[in-house]
């Protein structure tokens, strides 16, 4: 996210201050890094030492997300991406910043981590919005009285709004971008999930981790019994 030039709507001292709320709330997606931006545009809030910030390139991190983005236009899935970068001794985004990853141990690249760097629109250098929405759900369909619950859900890709002008340095190609998102589509399409004939519990779901590698373990039944191991091979962890 460009929080120098995020919000087109906000005319003048308005718009750079909604711009500079924006920075506080926000961590930049790995490949990036907060670069200052120079004074605030308000000259009361300058005076108090506000300043303003803005997407840069990471330098230690914008080529692994190049590297992610090629491997899968070329042919590698999430998992064999995931397995690669572990193998070559890449941190993961939750490693490589550790701070703001207390609750995760980052010892090896996840899944969710790869595909939530190639479903990110903003490493296009372009600002996204509408992105998320707040559905209201109710939490008893025959007693309403009961009220509502808020859940985040993600928007389809053709209501998301783009800037006009890109907001930030790009890291890929919004071409890419865009092939990546088809190809993700288009491997979905093929493999539809297959019902279980009857429901599995797992108790340890969740729970256990990989001692080598540190992932979360998945389950398995055998025999009418739930075993757990790592799914991923032993030259990855």
Known sequence: MSYASCVECAPGVARAALVARTAARWRPPYGYLIADAGPHPNPAKAADGKRMHKLDLDPETAHVVRRIFAEFIGGSGIFAIAEGLTRDGIPSPSAHDPARNTHRNGIAWSKSAVRAILTNP????????????????????????????????????????????????????????????????????????????????????????????????????????????????????
């Not at 919005?129 to 707040?134: G, I």
């Not at 759900?137 to 025959?142: K, R, T």
Request: aromatic residues 10%; hydrophobic residues 30%.
């Open 122 to 237: 903003r490493y296009t250098g372009y600002q996204v919005w509408n992105r998320q929405r707040t559905d209201e759900i109710l939490l008893d369909v025959e007693n309403v009285a009961l009220g509502h619950t808020s859940k985040m859900r993600w928007n389809p890709a053709d209501k998301w709004v783009f800037s006009e002008q890109p907001a930030h340095p790009p890291i890929i190609a919004r071409e890419d971008f865009e092939l990546a998102q088809a190809t993700l589509a288009g491997r979905g399409s093929k493999s539809q999930h297959r019902q279980h004939r009857r429901t599995r519990s797992y108790p340890l779901r969740g729970v256990l981790l990989c001692g080598l590698c540190g992932r979360r373990m998945g389950g398995k039944f055998n025999n009418g019994h739930a075993y757990y191991l790592c799914r991923f091979p032993p030259s990855t962890r």
